[in-house]
Nanobody, 116 residues
């Protein structure tokens, strides 16, 4: 079993910044692909950014140059630094882990609202 706990969401003005954190339980964090997804009202859940165990990173086109994903394997934590936030970034952000042995897990989600 893997538990993922997100934190760091909130209300921010357009152009502002937020950093999301996701703390993972278990001993296989360093061997897992970690990712952030988001789901806006009335829309499908979409991949925002992912980072492999080896440090390979992918971003959605909509966040390239604004968001940065990183991981700290010593702390079993993955981060999402979000800069230059736009109203279109408003969504519930979910942490996700994938490991070939234990499978896929989701966090409970954290709300990010970008509004003036």
């Amino acid at each position: 079993q893997v538990q993922l706990v997100e934190s760091g969401g909130g209300l921010v003005q357009p152009g502002g910044s937020l950093e999301l954190s996701c703390a993972a339980s278990g001993s296989i964090f360093s061997l897992s692909v970690m990712a952030w997804y988001r789901q806006a009202p009335g829309k499908q859940r979409e991949l925002v950014a992912a980072i492999s165990s080896g440090g390979n990173i992918n971003y959605a086109d909509s966040v390239k140059g604004r968001f940065t994903i990183s991981r700290d394997n010593a702390k079993n934590t993955v981060f999402l630094q979000m800069n230059s936030l736009k109203p279109d970034d408003t969504a519930v952000y979910y942490c996700h882990s994938h490991n070939v042995v234990v499978g896929d897990y989701w966090g409970q989600g954290t709300q990010v609202t970008v509004s003036s």
